[in-house]
């Protein structure tokens, strides 16, 4: 059925918009005065959702987007070897391993430069921007990991960061951090993280014996 959406609707459309969905949603829209029949005098009265004051997106998938990138905590990995300041490029990479497409120009990275090798920096956490179709604009968390293709000089490896809080690099970002989604705590007992520990290592050395091997 087709139905004109009064409010936005997450993944469905913009206030004005007339939609096609199935009809029990459209109903279930209508009945929570989020939709109405789109009536020519309906139409003509949410012609203008701006007029209204009703809250509106770039595109229907824009509010979803934001509450996935301001849960999620970015690793940005950089080498521990060579030389480095932290460049957009560096950011959208480190996007691209977490399976989400943002362009350089889309990035904003903060105020104060961030330069290594530097052990100091590593898991700090600081604040990345992204802004989306060029109108809203989404906080991600972000922590720099350290890495060299020298499998012996490697940091150790920490069981579940993104369960864990981290210090921040820059003072000044403890507002936004309190703006910012609570992480999830980890649900896994102590005995069983120690096993799980247990069996990574395990694997890990197995890893490293076949490469020596090799």
């Excluded at 480190?94 to 889309?106: L, N």
């Excluded at 990275?109 to 052990?119: A, H, S, V």
């Excluded at 490697?154 to 864990?164: E, G, S």
Aim: net charge positive.
């Amino acid at each position: 059925m087709n139905v004109l959406l009064t409010e936005y609707v997450e993944n469905v459309g913009q206030p004005g918009e007339c939609v096609e969905i199935w009809a029990k949603t459209g109903r279930e829209l209508i009945l929570k005065h989020k939709a109405v029949y789109p009536t020519p005098e309906n139409k003509e009265k949410y012609r203008d959702a701006t007029a209204l004051n009703i809250m509106n997106y770039s595109s229907r998938y824009v509010k979803n987007t934001m509450d996935i990138l301001s849960k999620l905590i970015l690793f940005i990995t950089m080498n521990k070897d060579v030389p480095w300041t932290l460049e957009p490029w560096h950011v959208r990479v480190a996007f691209r391993k977490a399976h989400i497409i943002v362009p350089d120009h889309a990035i904003t990275l903060p105020k104060n430069p961030i330069k290594g090798p530097d052990l100091t920096l590593n898991g700090k956490e600081f604040y990345v921007t992204v802004t989306i179709n060029k109108t809203e604009q989404v906080i991600v968390r972000s922590r720099i990991v350290h890495w060299t293709s020298k499998v012996e000089e490697r940091l150790p490896w920490v069981p579940f960061p993104f369960k864990k809080p981290a210090p921040l690099l820059f003072e000044e970002d403890k507002v936004i951090e309190a703006q910012l989604p609570a992480i999830e705590p980890l649900k896994m007992n102590e005995d069983e993280l120690e096993d799980f520990i247990a069996k990574m290592k395990l694997k890990s050395q197995g890893k490293i014996l076949v490469k020596k091997i090799l």
